[in-house]
Nanobody
């Protein structure tokens, strides 16, 4: 069973930064071919894609976070990161890590809460 463990959430003031991490419990070889994504879900809203990164490190961002968030991956550590800068109150949500390979998944983490408030 694949496990994804997110960390790094918390309370931050508007304009601040947070770095989320998601560690995967599977082999480096499988992680390396996975597409990794971050989703978020705010109270009363649907879950939405925030950013994704392919096995070839091609990235995609939601329009609402372009220029502020950066997704990256470290295959040796089997970890994907989401650097979030210039945070806004509307970024407040539970953030979820997602893993998808050509033959496995999707798998989801348990989520980490991000609250942007003064």
């Amino acid at each position: 069973q694949v496990q994804l463990v997110e960390s790094g959430g918390g309370l931050v003031q508007p304009g601040g930064s947070l770095r989320l991490s998601c560690a995967a419990s599977l082999s480096i070889s499988i992680f390396s071919i996975s597409t990794m994504s971050w989703y978020r879900q705010a109270p009363g809203k649907q879950r939405e894609l925030v950013a994704s990164i392919t096995s070839g490190s091609t990235t995609h961002y939601a329009d609402s976070v372009k220029g502020r968030f950066t997704i990256s991956r470290d295959n040796a550590k089997k970890t994907v990161y989401l650097q979030m800068n210039s945070l806004k109150p509307e970024d407040t949500a539970d953030y979820y890590c997602n893993l998808q390979t050509p033959n496995l998944g999707p798998y989801w983490g348990q989520g980490t809460q991000v609250t942007v408030s003064s």
